[in-house]
């Protein structure tokens, strides 16, 4: 996997590894081979001083491995600038190559550093009622390595289908919907618009809804879990009410659904981080169907809910069109809820004292994974 902020390169050369295998003194190179890939140990110091240490040395490129089970995101921060390709593999990859006598590599990245532009698409239905504004969002870009139907065509066209019933009626409260940019590098997009908001636009905000990842195709029927009650971390005041809003209507149509942790990295975070209250659904990514969700909604456990998450597979074959017919009238409902409900003064319905900070970048309680491109991503 490619690391963020790597240089641009395409070198074919012999694999070495400094003294200390994880390459946090500049003195662990004493003596390395110029234009060798140096075969670097995750662990005790930054990405980028363990690069920087490997670049200084000679090293025509890098290569980081895991030292724990699980795929490994690398950002080496924008402070980073030699231009080498610089990649990350897994600890079991890693620890084999380590053995391997006599290594070369051939190493390719084509990378771009710089600005780039990108947009937010906001549309807005106005209320009967002026005053209070129910939005909702989902991120419209996808990682490069395919064309993210699930993640997140599924969300984007479930606003979509939303949006287009909503404006057959007269809401009595403002409707925003918002397609993300950009939220796979960060929920920059969303972050970008909450941080522009006045203090009277952010009063104006009586909730959020986000809607990342909803026809997985061995799907989980997930909701944020605004009270904290699972997770032990809430929401901003009201994001449990949200929470039961949704969960209700599931239960109405015959699906318990499980609480997923609102540290999960995506769009709601930006809001959250304002104190506006949040919730959302999510039908899973690359985290494993437990037996026991598998007995709940079916599926196959042992797998992943969406095998072909943040990948090439991601084309529309892949997205499970029962999950996304079932979610749309889940989108929808808690859409009209909220749109024509006269009191948008969420009760707090919080079982728990702690806020959730919007920077903070944890695993979902159920899934022990993470979502987008840098969510997960470590500097260390």
């Known amino acids: 996997m490619i690391a963020q902020y790597s240089g641009n390169g395409n070198v074919t050369a012999a694999v070495t590894q400094p003294s200390s295998a994880t390459g946090c003194a500049a003195t662990a190179f004493a003596g390395f081979p110029v234009g060798h890939i140096a075969l670097l140990k995750r662990g005790d110091c930054t990405f980028s001083v363990k690069a920087q240490n490997a670049y200084l040395a000679g090293a025509s490129g890098v290569v980081f491995y895991n030292n724990a089970e699980g795929e490994l995101r690398i950002d080496l921060q924008e402070a980073f600038t030699p231009n080498i390709p610089v990649v990350s593999i897994s600890q079991q990859d890693g620890e084999r190559l380590a053995r391997t006598a006599g290594l070369q590599l051939r190493l390719t990245v084509q990378a771009v550093r710089g600005s780039i532009r990108t947009s937010n698409v906001i549309a807005e239905l106005a209320g009967t009622s002026p005053g209070r504004v129910v939005m909702m969002g989902a991120h419209l870009d996808s990682v490069n390595a395919g064309p993210g139907i699930n993640d997140n065509g599924s969300g984007v066209a479930a606003l979509l289908e939303s949006a287009a019933q909503l404006a057959r009626s007269k809401p009595r409260n403002t409707v925003r919907i918002a397609l993300w940019g950009a939220e796979e590098l960060g929920n920059l997009g969303s972050k970008f618009h909450v941080g522009a908001l006045s203090p009277a636009q952010k009063e104006a905000l009586a909730l959020y809804l986000n809607f990342d990842m909803i026809g997985s195709p061995n799907a989980g029927f997930f909701v944020y879990d605004g009270d904290g ?13 949200i929470e039961s809003v949704l969960a209700d209507d599931y239960r109405r149509r015959g699906v318990q659904p499980r609480g997923v942790d609102l540290r999960l990295s995506t769009d709601q975070l930006s809001f959250a981080s304002a104190g506006i209250p949040v919730g959302g659904l999510f039908s899973g990514h690359d985290g494993i169907k437990s037996a026991q969700e598998a007995a709940l909604w079916g599926g196959t456990s042992g797998t992943a809910y969406d095998a072909c998450y943040h990948k090439a597979c991601d084309v529309l074959a892949n997205a499970d069109t029962s999950a996304f017919r079932f979610n749309v009238p889940a989108v929808l409902a808690a859409a009209w809820h ?26 979902p309680l159920h899934l022990h994974q993470k979502h987008g491109a840098v969510e997960g991503t470590s500097v260390k």
């Open 338 to 363: 909220f749109a024509m409900r006269p009191d948008l003064s969420l009760a707090s319905a919080q079982t728990t004292a702690t806020q959730t900070p919007g920077t903070t970048r944890l695993s």
């Open 229 to 241: 009650s699972g997770s032990g971390f809430a929401g901003p005041q009201g994001s449990g009410e």
